[in-house]
């Protein structure tokens, strides 16, 4: 059975135990593309069928494309350091470590908010000053000393884009990043002009998530004029795609440069000497729960709650972009389908 035909039987079998209504799948391989949209937009019958046109919410995929790449775009150009102290781009930081808390410090994850409930929970106590809460926030201990995935870091990352760039974040990502690479349907803001190929989130108690980010602090800072580096990025398989095969080709994708060679090389190089954790800058080396047994260690990329993920392996030259609402209609209870589902697709994809 030929990649795309495996591929296709194993979103027919999620689709009946119901993991997500449809899901849209895109290969690269030592060059060869392979393309499956499977299933619908929802469960209904008579939703539309998935297709190469299909936007979905990608979540936190949004803290590596475009977030950290543009904040590594930045390092890459020299424009800021990897050693430059957050507090000189964002005067408004209060908090005891605010001296020490460097750009790599944000790029790693290595910056633990002390926050009851997370950063979620400061939407819910001031939804229209989730930034501003979040400076004022106090670490559970020196930067670097600890790794703590959380939104918090990315959403950080925001402001200095904003700052040094001059224009807001989905701005410098469309004239930066997804111009230069062809990705003509990623946007932050698909309602309009993408409104009938947007995969819905979930239904919540206010009706259906269709088009606005699912994250519920990302929701915050969108409701309230800004833009959220932690999610909010709609796009498609094909779209992100591009991203990875910019990836493998060492920065550059037909001509056009985004990175220099060794700026790549340290997304996927492990920059917590020293801690049990592993990740690469601005992206993360997936452990083999998301990446399964065929993939190399080197693997990066970014997994989205709502039910995507982008893999790079660059041993094998080869890359995988799943994107699906497996959060809909409602999120589940647990990850353990989803990212099953995960491991058996890298299975086939990065199999020799």
């Known amino acids: 059975m030929v990649l795309d035909e495996q591929i296709r039987s194993l979103c027919e079998q999620a689709v009946r135990d119901r ?14 593309i392979t393309r499956v949209d499977y299933g619908r937009l929802t469960y209904g019958e008579d939703a539309p069928k998935v297709g190469l046109e299909t936007l979905y919410d990608v979540a936190s995929i949004t803290k590596s494309v475009p977030t950290g790449s543009l904040i590594l775009k930045l390092v890459d ?5 990897l050693n430059d102290r957050v507090i000189d ?14 750009i790599r410090h944000l790029l790693t994850y290595t910056v633990t908010f002390d926050l009851d409930g997370g950063v979620a929970a400061l939407a819910r106590v001031d ?3 989730v930034v501003q809460q979040l400076m004022r926030a106090p670490l559970v201990g020196p930067p670097g000393d600890s790794y703590w995935y959380t939104n918090g870091p990315a959403i950080l990352m925001g402001p200095i ?3 040094v760039y001059g224009r807001s974040l989905d701005e410098v990502a469309q004239t930066e990043l997804f111009g230069p690479l062809g990705m003509k349907r990623s946007t932050f803001t698909p309602l309009g002009t993408y409104k009938d190929s947007i995969a819905p989130t979930e239904i919540g108690p206010d009706g259906e998530i269709k088009g606005r980010v699912h994250d519920e602090s990302s929701w915050a800072i969108t409701a309230s004029g800004g833009r959220s580096g932690a999610a909010g990025l709609f796009s498609t398989a094909d779209d992100l795609l591009k991203y990875c095969q910019m990836l493998l080709g060492e920065g550059s994708l037909s001509g056009t440069k985004i990175f220099a060679a060794n700026m790549v090389e340290l997304m996927h190089t492990n920059q917590l000497q020293g801690l049990p954790e592993r990740t690469g800058l601005g992206w993360e080396l997936l452990p083999e729960r998301l990446r399964g047994t065929q993939a190399g260690e080197q693997t990066f990329g970014k997994t989205g709650f709502t039910g995507c993920v982008m893999m790079i392996d660059p041993e094998k030259e080869a890359a995988l972009v799943h994107l699906s609402n497996a959060t809909y209609p409602t999120r589940p209870s647990s990850r353990d389908g989803i990212n099953a589902f995960r491991r058996e697709l890298a299975d086939l ?3 020799d």
């Open 127 to 129: 939804p229209g000053r």
């Open 89 to 102: 781009y964002i005067p408004g930081l209060k908090n005891a470590y605010r001296e020490r808390i460097l």
């Open 19 to 32: 993991l997500f209504p449809g899901c849209s799948i895109a290969v690269a391989r030592r060059g060869r």
């Open 161 to 163: 884009i904003e700052r």
């Open 349 to 351: 994809v990065f199999a």
């Open 77 to 81: 150009e020299g424009r800021i350091r």
